[in-house]
């Protein structure tokens, strides 16, 4: 009696090596989708408008000559005054920018103490390169620097 054919190693080493390939494939599109490169904006003219608009808070930033202090330890940091920005109270808006992936970005409110000091927690320590904007809640002015993080403290201005 002769061995049927799903018995032969031959016909599954046919059969496994084309099928490794297309689940491998299949896994390299799905992991590609997952993780795609956010680089290129879609409507490229009214970014670089939206450009312009920034670069003259920076300016206004450098005229009155806010800088501030970043101090990141783990998951948890500080934002204060280090010169301008006279006795400013108010909320800031605290953006971290990963350079690649949008989903990574954090955006967070910050009130001041009763020190001037803004605390802030984030969901999770970061690490690499990161852009750092802040600026008031009216959007007046702008300080912002690219960090390499883990870093424990850090100066923003409106210099770029």
Known sequence: MKNKWFHQSPVWLII?????????????????HDNKVDLVAEDYYKTGKAINADLSKLQTALDANITLNVSLENDQGEVSFAS???????????????????????????????????????????????????????????VQEDIEFPAQKALLDGKQ
């Open 16 to 32: 496994l090596l084309p099928l490794a390939a297309v689940i491998a494939g299949i896994t390299t599109v799905i992991i590609a």
């Open 84 to 142: 301008g920005g006279d006795n400013h109270q108010g909320a800031l808006k605290f953006n971290l920018y990963h350079p690649t992936l949008a989903k990574q970005d954090i955006a967070l409110m910050l009130s001041a103490d009763s020190n001037g000091v803004y605390r802030f927690d984030l969901p999770q320590p970061i690490q690499g390169k990161w852009s750092v904007r802040v600026e008031p809640f009216d959007g007046s002015w702008r």
